[in-house]
């Protein structure tokens, strides 16, 4: 895999993902007691927090993204296992969070080589 492929896997991910929590939350499956935009508001606000990094191709962007990810991860394999009403819209989720993950994850590892960044080897020891 190419950095560029990656950066195509992590942003056909990581958009549709972010599509993917609007549409579900505001239409799909809107929550009948809260305000109508309060819910889509609070599942996409963690994902707009890297948004101008990822499409700028910032390796580090691309690295911390995965940590807000795994919310949205650990969310889908929940609801897989305990909502049998959202299973579908659940499973939609965990694919795009896996690709956002994978796409981020070899993006930042090629790139930061490719520029030649990276943690540094203590040779003193």
Not at 54 to 80: E, Q, V
Request: charged share 15%.
């Amino acid at each position: 895999m190419t950095s560029t492929q990656a950066r195509r896997l992590a942003l056909s991910g990581y958009l549709g993902l972010l599509g993917w929590v609007v549409l579900w939350h505001l239409w799909l499956s809107p929550h009948p007691e809260l305000l109508p935009w309060l819910l889509p508001l609070v599942w996409v606000t963690p994902l707009l927090l890297p948004l101008s990094g990822i499409l700028r191709g910032r390796p580090y962007t691309h690295a911390w993204a995965n940590f807000i990810l795994m919310f949205y991860f650990l969310h889908s394999l929940t609801l897989l296992t305990t909502d049998e009403g959202e299973r579908g819209l659940a499973l939609v989720e965990l694919i795009l969070t896996t690709l956002a993950f994978i796409g981020c994850t070899f993006y930042a590892r090629l790139r930061g080589r490719e520029l030649g960044l990276g943690i540094k080897k203590d040779r003193a020891q």
